[in-house]
Nanobody, 119 residues
Framework: QVQLVESGGALVQPGGSLRLSCAASGGTLAYYASGWFRQAPGKEREEVSC????????NYADSVKGRFTISRDDAGNTLYLQMNSLKPEDTAVYYC????????????WGQGTQVTVSS
């Protein structure tokens, strides 16, 4: 099973940018679809974005469309989430995950990284 470790979370001001990373080991990330989820305090975990195993297809939650970009470095076996124009409502713990396809259930979770957007 693929092990996932997120990094890059931080405290950032509204309007700022962050790039989250998710390093995979024990398997090849490109064999799976992979995605980013987030969970804010008191709320359910929600899917933010997903990229297909081929890398040719991506999707985004409406709340982040146009601001966030998912990408994958196959040579480095790493998933990324570039987050721009951050808003306080983006504050959450962000998790990366693998799936068979973007429409199926999660197979592996990372431990999460905290993103706080506040002035």
């Amino acid at each position: 099973q693929v092990q996932l470790v997120e990094s890059g979370g931080a405290l950032v001001q509204p309007g700022g940018s962050l790039r989250l990373s998710c390093a995979a080991s024990g398997g090849t990330l490109a064999y799976y679809a992979s995605g980013w989820f987030r969970q804010a305090p008191g709320k359910e975990r929600e899917e933010v974005s997903c990229i297909s195993s081929s890398g040719g297809s991506t999707n985004y939650a409406d709340s982040v469309k146009g601001r966030f970009t998912i990408s994958r470095d196959d040579a480095g076996n790493t998933l990324y989430l570039q987050m721009n124009s951050l808003k306080p409502e983006d504050t959450a713990v962000y998790y990366c995950a693998t799936k068979l396809t973007c429409g199926t259930r999660v197979r592996s979770w990372g431990q999460g990284t905290q993103v706080t957007v506040s002035s």
